[in-house]
């Protein structure tokens, strides 16, 4: 669904989508969808006159499934997220000389030509929604950096003081 800044000064539109698994390019291939992902809100214009900044107001939900960051196996994530986002038009911004700004517009993304593509959004949303580190459970005992097996499903027998032998020339190095 496609915000069009000329549909915003006549009216706000509401939106209730849902999108299946892969219609959202997600921009990481370890990162998969699990079942729809559903955007329900409105967008509308703030001010038609001036900044023509669109707001969208709403709730993201979902399913994510992400590696865990310790043994790699699959894990679910699921995302629940209300939005209330500003956007501006880059064309407020695009000047040759910098330009200072305050905490509050930091908090405003911008959108290029006629408007703001909701699955833009969602995909930002989902992407910040993710822990940046994710786990499979607390107690995870990950992948043995020797033999490369999954701690959690079979034992090694690999001894724990490896060392890599490149720095064994400072083993005995002392200031």
Not at 54 to 61: D, E, L, N, S, T
Not at 74 to 82: G, K
Not at 110 to 139: K, M, S, T, W
Request: with cysteine; charged share 30%.
């Amino acid at each position: 669904m496609f915000f069009d800044i000329h549909q915003l000064e006549r009216r706000k539109i509401r939106f209730d989508e849902a999108f299946g698994p892969g219609s959202i390019d997600l921009l990481d291939r370890g990162l998969t969808q699990v079942g729809e992902l559903h955007a329900a809100g409105a967008a509308e214009l703030v001010d038609p006159s001036g900044a023509r900044e669109i707001r969208i107001r709403g709730q993201i939900a979902g399913e994510m499934e992400v590696g865990c960051a310790r043994c790699l196996q699959p894990t679910r994530v699921p995302i629940s997220r209300a939005v209330d986002l500003f956007y501006r038009p880059m064309a407020a911004i695009a000047r040759e000389e910098e330009m200072a700004i305050n905490d509050a517009e930091t908090e405003i993304a911008f959108y290029e030509g006629n408007g703001v593509e909701l699955a833009d959004v969602v995909r930002e949303q989902i992407l910040v929604a993710l822990p940046i580190r994710n786990v499979c459970r607390e107690d995870c005992q990950g992948i043995c950096p020797s033999c490369g097996k999954n701690r959690n499903v079979e034992a090694c027998r690999c001894r724990e003081d490896f060392s890599d032998p490149r720095w064994e020339a400072l083993r005995n190095w002392r200031q």
